[in-house]
């Protein structure tokens, strides 16, 4: 009469307490990486305009995807302001002159005509500056914007500061002037390029312990589960390897949109993206509803 196995029961709880603690540690590391995801750092890809660009006076259109950027400095000499000052005219705008609502939304620094001619500088349909031109001479306009105030003023006196949030939306640098561009004009708007952004290393590495600690939890479960002796579930229906005509069909519908998908109108801008984002810097102003989500 063979003796009875005494040491399986044991072995078989120990293993069950292995799996059964690998699983609850490795499901809470899971859970931690995973919610630590959005909350660690990126990198961010810092975009810029400048203007003038190519040493002209020639406007430029750059609507951004969050309508305001995060800064604008611009200095214009009063030399150029004196150019418009007999026929009046846009000095510089944000916002292209002939839009109804440029004052509105946008920066607007104007010349007025007539007998007494004046430089109004206006934020969102808000008169930062008004001066006459006879007044301007062997100065600067200087204008600095940001999300905490406006200064605007001449750089022969101190300026007026505007707290407060009155970045104007920028759809690009718009002027009367033309010609060559004169000497200290410059206008240097920072945007935001939040959504340019590719993840740290730190945050690389969070997303493969989420995924490699989600995979050990399941294993361990799958151990748990087996140690009652009943057969394992079925995780894919029989014969799933099996190819059938329906499997075919699938495959070569596919097959035919990856050669049509991309001359139609909704798959072919964003293959065309794909395709020359390696290129083509800040994106979201590059191909598609002008940057505007």
Sequence with gaps: MDAPASGRP???RSQQSSARLLAIVSSLVAILAALSI??????????????????????????????????LDADVPCQEIGALTDTGGVLLSTAPPASPDA????LLARVTAGDNPHLQVTVRDR???????????????????DNTRASVGLSDR????????????????????????????????????RF??????????????AILATLLALISLHRLDATDGRSTRRFLPARWWTFSGLDALVIGTLLLWHFIGATTADDGYQFTMARA?????YMANYFRWFGVP
């Design 10 to 12: 044991g072995g078989q």
């Design 38 to 71: 959005p909350f660690l750092p990126v990198q961010q890809e810092a975009a810029t305009l400048s203007w003038p660009q190519n040493g002209t006076l020639t406007d430029v259109e750059a609507p951004l995807v969050s309508y305001a950027p995060l800064s």
């Design 103 to 106: 004052g509105r939304y946008g």
């Design 127 to 145: 008169i930062l500056l008004s001066e006459p031109v006879s007044a301007l001479t062997n100065c600067t306009l200087e204008i600095r914007i």
């Design 158 to 193: 101190a300026p007026t500061i505007h707290d407060g949030d009155l970045r104007p939306q920028l759809v690009g640098i718009f002027t009367d002037l033309d010609g060559s561009a004169p000497s200290g004009l410059r206008v240097d708007v920072e945007l935001d390029s």
């Design 196 to 209: 340019s952004s590719s993840p740290t290393v730190i945050k690389l590495v969070a997303m493969a312990v």
């Design 277 to 281: 984002s390696e290129h083509a810097g």
